[in-house]
């Protein structure tokens, strides 16, 4: 079982820069591939960033490339994504999602439905 409890989230003004956080509780936190996903009102839930366990396998949407970063630390059980030049569109709930990193999450860390486990959802608000 894993617990997920994001923070982070604000409102800021387009260019500015917020990092979230995704703390976890569960004692099995490093063998999770973890993900971030956004969903904007009226709109689907869709894959911003994932990373596997060790950190070596690491994924973006083209739409935050070169703009987002993702990162975890297993020791604190935590995982980060860094957000900078924000964009109005980037405006979202922001979720963090854990899936047990196995063959499937490489191929398939895109897909919601993949993911086992989801944090309560943090928001970010971007103005033009």
């Known amino acids: 079982q894993l617990q997920l409890v994001e923070s982070g989230g604000g409102l800021v003004q387009a260019g500015g820069s917020l990092r979230l956080s995704c703390a976890a509780s569960g004692r099995t936190f490093s063998t999770y591939a973890m993900g971030w996903f956004r969903q904007a009102p009226g709109k689907e839930r869709e894959f911003v960033a994932g990373?596997?366990?060790?950190?070596?396998?690491?994924h973006y949407a083209d739409s935050v490339k070169g703009r987002f970063t993702i990162s975890r630390d297993n020791a604190k059980k935590t995982v980060y994504l860094q957000m900078i030049s924000l964009k109005p569109e980037d405006t979202a709930v922001y979720y963090c999602?854990?899936?047990?990193?196995?063959?499937?999450?490489?191929?398939?860390?895109?897909?919601?439905?993949?993911?086992?486990?989801w944090g309560q959802g943090t928001q970010v608000t971007v103005s033009s």
């Open positions: 990373i596997s366990w060790s950190a070596g396998t690491i």
């Open positions: 999602a854990a899936e047990l990193d196995g063959s499937t999450w490489y191929t398939g860390h895109r897909v919601p439905q993949l993911y086992d486990y």
